[in-house]
């Protein structure tokens, strides 16, 4: 009987004990998405040639990094896609356009990659890092 009970007692605590350590494991990242609904698209943010932030009508993040650099996206320039359905997609295609007095001229043509899930302070970060880059680009060379 009381080998039973002190068999009790050891299983419980064991319990408690996974549970406790499941509970301080950090759980895995979200995974990414290989598309996003078009309607729950809130607003579309240019980082920088490779880089696309996307807020979601619900609150959250995805960052896009397409798989090769897109050399005519930037910031100033606007970009269009067309997809069959209702998503856009990692294999969709975005085309970067200039704005001319007329209208849009269409530049390059560019593959998205996949969304992953980000934070805003992520978006944030990346946007600041981005501007100091740029702004230490456009100082020129050093002089002694």
Do not use: H
Not at 70 to 96: E, F, G, H, K, Q
């Amino acid at each position: 009987m009381q080998t039973k009970m002190y068999s009790l007692a050891l299983a419980i605590l064991l319990s408690v004990g996974s549970i406790a350590g499941a509970a301080a494991e950090p759980q895995a990242a979200e995974p990414a998405k290989s598309c996003l609904s078009l309607w729950m698209i809130d607003d579309l943010d240019i980082l920088d040639n490779q880089n696309l932030a996307f807020r979601m009508k619900n609150g959250d993040y995805y960052l896009n990094q397409l798989p090769r650099v897109c050399p005519t996206l930037n910031r100033t320039r606007a970009i269009m896609y067309r997809t069959p359905l209702n998503s856009l997609c990692s294999m969709d295609i975005i085309t970067v356009l200039e704005n001319l007095a007329g209208g849009f001229q269409p530049l390059d043509s560019c593959g998205l990659g996949k969304f992953q899930p980000a934070t805003k302070e992520e978006i944030q970060r990346l946007t600041k890092d981005r501007k100091a880059t740029q702004r230490g680009s456009d100082s020129g060379p050093d002089r002694d």
